[in-house]
């Protein structure tokens, strides 16, 4: 077999199959390259292993319960309800309020989109909307703008369509929810996502 | 103890006290977790707390297909990611002079001779140098020990680009980090916490 690093952190992590496992243990034997990654890979580990995260007093551990009811409490007295109120009537309400910023939201796109063909595009063909252009002010555009962080990871267009989900998904409150709808296009997928969602 | 099946049954039947018992049950978890993507005692304890604020509203949906766990990482990793954003912005703008201690060696100065000059600093700087995802899926896989499958739910991505963002974070590790690595008595001198300073 041709030397292979990934092949090799696979071992380690052990998601060979078997027979690729016995050909690369083969390998290991006869390769001295190979077999000094393995080495330098679990010493890598071994390393960063040791480090382990300031502890949380015990004193702050206790009040952790007291202190997240006591937002919760806080929080519900400025919005004029009650946690058990939220909980019960939230799903509803969001159900409601998403439905709501979804028709609203397809007159603006219908209105600003310039061609049908970014409404029925698929998340992969945000790809191959105009990214960074002078000028350019579609979507993708302005994914990249509120979403680049900068780093070479994050800056894929499939990337922040991702994190932009993840944010409706998991930490957007209704008003967000209405800012980021109001500022960004969605297709048609991401639509139907969206009103399932809320 | 309670599982998270038993908790979530109780919630959703109006015992308030089993979201108590799931804050008790993850928080340290969740702090330790945000602390190492954000290298930042007082923003890692803060979303913290704000993480199981947000679940709050929508625990009563939650399916339990995966574990409650890897729901909570998700939602501390976005909201690490939005602190990482503003706290760059700041820094672009100007308002944030001081960065967190555990990054200031990655930024040059006297305090990075003193952290450089322990394995320890070191170390830290190479996890923290990693780009975010990357050094997410690292954190999830080396310290949390979840599945290729459960950091891909909580990343957003899938398993292959769970399993190609770890190659690529060992990899840089190894490089940053060639000099220890070589020495064959490395493992032994470290072995420390981040507040042992």
Not at chain 1, 163 to 186: H, I, K, N, P, R
């Amino acid at each position: 077999m041709k030397c292979s690093e990934r092949a090799v952190l696979d071992f380690l992590e052990g998601i060979l199959r078997p027979e690729e496992e016995g050909i690369l243990t083969s390998h290991l034997a006869a390769c001295t390259t190979c077999s000094k990654r393995l080495a330098d890979f679990q010493k890598t580990l071994q390393l960063t292993s040791k480090i382990q995260p300031p502890s949380l007093t015990q004193l702050h551990a206790n009040s952790v319960v007291p202190r997240v009811r006591s937002q919760l409490a806080r929080r519900d007295v400025g919005s004029g309800t009650s946690a058990g109120w939220r909980r019960l009537w939230a799903p509803a309400l969001s159900g409601a309020f998403g439905s709501a910023v979804v028709v609203v939201s397809l007159f603006w796109v219908f209105d600003w989109v310039p061609g049908e063909s970014h409404l029925s595009t698929g998340i992969a063909e945000i790809n191959t909307w105009p990214v960074g252009d002078s000028g350019s002010d579609g979507p993708a555009a302005i994914f990249v703008n509120q979403f680049d962080t900068g780093e070479d990871d994050m800056v894929s267009s499939t990337d922040l369509a991702l994190q932009m989900e993840d944010y409706l998904m998991d930490t957007a409150a209704g008003s967000e929810l209405f800012e980021v709808v109001d500022t960004f296009v969605f297709n048609d997928d991401d639509f139907y996502n969206l009103l399932e969602t809320y | 103890m309670a599982d998270d099946t038993d908790l979530l049954r109780r919630f959703s039947e109006g015992d308030e006290s089993a979201f108590d018992s799931i804050v008790k049950l993850y928080h340290e978890r969740v702090f330790q977790f945000v602390y190492r993507v954000l290298s930042d005692f007082d923003d890692a304890a803060d979303i913290a707390q704000e993480t199981f604020i947000r679940a709050y509203d929508k625990l009563g949906q939650f399916k339990g297909r995966a574990g409650i766990y890897t729901w909570l990482y998700r939602i501390a990793l976005n909201l690490s990611i939005n602190c990482l954003r503003k706290r760059k912005l700041r820094t672009m703008v100007g308002l944030d002079e001081a960065p967190p201690a555990a990054l200031k060696s990655s930024l040059g100065g006297p305090e990075s001779d003193l952290d450089d000059s322990t394995t320890r600093g070191r170390i830290e700087r190479a996890v923290a140098e990693l780009p975010t995802r990357q050094r997410s899926i690292f954190i999830l896989r080396q310290y949390d020990g979840l599945s290729h499958g459960e950091i891909a739910s909580v990343v957003g991505t899938s398993e292959g680009a769970v399993r190609a963002g770890y190659f690529h974070a060992i990899r840089k590790l190894r490089n940053s980090l060639a000099d220890l690595v070589e020495m064959d008595n490395s493992t032994e001198e470290v072995g420390f916490r981040a507040d042992e300073m």
